[in-house]
């Protein structure tokens, strides 16, 4: 036996030898699956961000093409109306005659500046050249023949035609032509009418649409993708970055009317939302650079990163030392064994309390509810430091409340809760430092008194605390997270890393469900935005309807009442001035109301005086309908006319005054207005009714169900309006 005892001992210690190298190998592989794991997550975490990033932001693109798109389609068919109109005005007369006539000059001069966004409207004969403008008259000397807006339509009628995008030869301002081919009986053409359209209301109105950062807006033509319009615009107005017509186009046969596609623009890659603009032959295309997602995307994923690098180091520089002590120590085994069941015990533990964060943070990536991401939050809490009462409580802004809370028992909750938390921890709240006590019994005493009081039998008693602040982005202490134990000294420094990690992760769920919110109210304030604009455009067709039959109407009564065509013109012309005055009031109101008072002072603040005496307007402020300020609005014009014409305002000395009360009536507001003149030539019952007189008693009576008394004193006219205005159904804010 003396002589088999060294070979057993050297046996053994061989043994021993190769289990310390297996257990190092094992501990080696185990810390690179470790590293392996947290790689994987981190990486998944990361894909996922950037994943969501590129969603929302084609989503972006999508929405706002959509929006300006169908903005650009109400705009052309405002200037379809306009051009119709330009081109009926001109029906049946010759070029010399348009040219020479400055009643035609007037009307499309009103039709311009009807029009914001209109720079000009131009007649051109089948030459190109410039026959009437609204710009100036007479007209200067232009030639339209070359361009694209008029050469496209010499052969055959091309409809509402979108020209390239030039700087007014007249104007000198970056514009783009709208055209309509005019032709006669025979179908010949005889020339084009045609507006002109400034860029700049195009950058002005899309400059206030929310867009994603380093987006690009354009309008272009379908046909040879030529850029009409580009925002942000080119220093020189005119020079627009180009588009990849092969990949617009490969797009376009996928889907003609809508869609999303990727191209290279001035040597960058970008991605593209396309609209159709209404049935036109043009698009809107908002694109944004490929690689947009990469800020926010960095700045999402630096705090995984910063936490998984941390464990990464950890863990690495465990594995290496476990490594390298299994080999230093394999010559003693007992010592070896000792080494590695110490390692392997704190390597579990890491092990755990990483499988807690990973899972902890698996769950608060996919959550975006509030409530679970703190409820998780605590659980993960407790379980990681092994505490017997966990909560949270919101941060200064919120009152400090508490809002979760997880308890071994109903004893220690209610142990918690005599706390006072807000107080002990205070760092934490008021300076986002954490704050961790082993025995707030003794060091949190005032004068020797404890916070705390001694236990008693079936009450604990929590002695160890340890609270962490939450920090957002902006370093906001969001809430506090608070632990307990009825033991002295249960929190270390490690619990307190762990937990740092912890709040980490919390802080960016807690960001992550702010900015969902935030997206879903946008959302819903865009779709209540499209909704309100579609309400908006249904009621301007119904106006525009309206005001062409009264247009219609005021055509037949004036003729049936005019004795020439020169007492015509002018009575229709004023009338149509008159009308159009009190439309401008309600545009500005955005075809809700229009001001008594400010049609009383344009139609009456031509015949006062200097010092403002010979016209007396006195009378509460009232706002009238849409659908009474047109009737009432030409009413006051045909008495103003009438009393230039016949009455006080036709002598120097003759005054006129006007006065109105307004009080509450059950279906609106009661209107009372006296018209009386004063100092003009003897006034005496007319023999026969005019066109005024039959608005006052007709249209006003028909349309308003007004009570109107006319008496014809011989020392001035006096006329008295009674009428309730109802109001009209709500039709939504305007935009």
Known sequence: MQFHAPSESVSLSQKRRRRSLARGRLTLAMGLFGVAFILLTFGYIAWEQRTRLIQRNEDDLRNAAFFLADHTAR??????????????????????????????????????????????????????????????????????????????????????????????????????????????????????????????????????VRLPRGSRVVLMRGSDAEVIAQYPPPPDGLSFAPIDK????????????????????MGSERVGAYRQVGTMPLYINVSMPQDAYWTPWFVQTRLYGAFALVALLALLALTALASQQFHEQAANAALLENQVALRTHELRTESAALEVLNRTGSVLAAELDLDRIIESVVDAGVELT????????????????????????????????????????????????????????????????????????????????????????????????????????????????LLAGLTSQAAIALENSRLYRNAQNEIEERKQAQTQQSLLIRELHHRVKNTLA???????????????????????????????????????????????????????????DVRGQRISLNGPAVELPSDAAVPIGMAIHELTTNAAK???????????????????????????????????????????????????????????????????????????????????PNKGPAL
């Open 646 to 728: 016949y009455g006080a305002l036709s002598v120097p000395r003759g005054k006129v005054s006007v006065s109105w009360e307004a009080e509450a009536a059950e279906e609106g507001t009661r209107l009372k207005l006296v018209w009386e003149e004063r100092g003009g030539p003897e006034v005496s019952v007319p023999t026969r009714q005019g066109f005024g007189s039959r608005l006052l008693h007709r249209v006003l009576a028909t349309q308003l169900n007004a009570k109107v008394d006319m008496d014809f004193r011989p020392e001035g006219l006096k006329v008295a309006l009674d009428t309730v205005l109802k109001q009209e």
């Open 386 to 497: 092994e505490a017997q009462a966990g909560a949270f409580f919101c941060g200064g802004a919120q009152g400090g409340k508490e809002h979760y809370g997880k308890f071994a028992s109903v004893g220690f909750n209610e142990a918690f809760a005599a706390l006072d938390i807000r107080t002990i921890c205070a760092p934490a709240f008021t300076e986002g430092k954490s704050v961790r006590l082993d025995n707030i019994a003794v060091e949190q005493g005032y004068d020797g008194t404890p916070f705390t009081a001694d236990a008693t039998p079936g009450r604990p008693v929590i002695r160890s605390l340890m609270a962490v602040p939450v920090l957002l982005r902006n370093g906001v202490t969001h809430g506090v997270l608070a632990f307990g134990h009825e033991r002295s000294g249960v929190f270390n420094a490690r619990s307190e890393r």
């Open 75 to 208: 705009l052309m068919e405002v200037t379809d109306l306009t051009l119709k109109q330009a081109t009926a005005l001109v029906q049946g007369q010759s070029w010399d005659q348009v040219e020479a006539s400055q009643p035609l000059w007037q009307q499309i001069h009103a039709i311009d500046e009807a029009l914001p966004y209109v720079d000009g409207v131009w007649l051109n004969d089948p030459s190109g050249r410039l026959r009437l403008t609204s710009a100036q008259f007479p007209p200067p000397e232009s030639n339209a023949s070359g361009r694209d807006a008029f050469t496209a339509q010499v052969n055959r009628d091309q409809g509402l035609f979108v020209g390239e995008p030039i700087l007014g030869r007249v104007t000198k301002v970056p514009t783009f032509m709208i055209s309509r081919r005019l032709q006669g009986g025979d179908g010949a053409f005889s020339g084009i009418a045609s507006v002109t359209v400034t860029l700049s209301y195009f950058y002005d109105y899309w400059s206030k």
């Open 246 to 265: 092969s990949a617009f186009d490969a797009a376009l046969r996928a889907t003609s009317q809508a869609g999303l596609y990727s191209f290279i623009s």
């Open 550 to 608: 009264t247009v219609q109407a005021v055509v037949g009564a004036t003729a049936r009442s005019a004795s020439n065509i020169d007492d015509f013109y002018q009575a229709f012309v004023g009338r149509i001035i008159s009308l159009a005055n009190t439309h401008s009031l309600l545009t500005e109101a955005v075809w809700q109301t229009a001001s008594l008072r400010e049609i009383m002072e344009k139609e009456l603040r031509p015949y006062n």
